[in-house]
């Protein structure tokens, strides 16, 4: 069984203009919500054996402080450019190139590619992943090819306001 966690970055920073897409930061609402989103995932039971980022400052942070978090070792941390506002297809090659002795796999990334590649997994499952959302699928492949889409079991999809949109009284 393969476990793969799609993960879009916490909140980013607008506030300097100067700065490139990639350059981006995490602004004061990410820095809180990646830690605890962090914490959602070792309590939905996910423990990731990769974690592979795009390499955007902002996704880049995301992936470091979950990894902290987790209890994840920061030097077993993959940047990978092919993520970086990757489509599907892009996603899914980079996913088709993990070994398949991974079984446990957490992808930090970007909309629109992210998006699409939940409601490829989980058909009408999300009309847009908001930041530090996660989703986790399970399947049975003996590899990282999710071309043939598999019969998936989603085992969880959370973000950050899921609590407060839940609690009753709010």
């Not at 830690?35 to 592979?52: N, Y």
């Not at 070994?99 to 409601?119: I, S």
């Not at 989703?135 to 071309?147: A, C, G, I, K, M």
């Amino acid at each position: 069984m393969k476990v793969l966690t799609l993960m879009r970055h916490a909140k980013s920073s607008w506030q300097n203009v100067t700065l490139s897409d990639r350059e981006r930061p995490l602004n004061e609402r990410g820095e809180q919500d990646a830690p605890m989103m962090a914490k959602r995932i070792v309590l939905a039971g996910i423990r990731p054996s990769l974690i592979i980022s795009s390499p955007a400052l902002r996704t880049w942070t995301t992936a470091r402080i979950v990894a902290q978090e987790i209890g994840y070792p920061l030097e077993f941390l993959q940047r990978e450019d092919n993520l970086y506002l990757a489509s599907l297809d892009e996603i899914l090659d980079v996913l088709l190139a993990q070994d398949p002795d991974f079984n446990d796999l957490l992808l930090v990334g970007h909309n629109p590619g992210l998006t699409t590649l939940a409601n490829y997994l989980v058909p009408g499952l999300v009309d847009n992943l908001p930041t530090a959302a996660v989703v986790s699928v399970r399947f049975e492949l003996p590899d990282w090819n999710l071309y043939n889409r598999p019969e998936i079991e989603l085992l969880t999809y959370d973000f950050p306001k899921r609590e407060r949109l839940s609690t009753p009284g709010r």
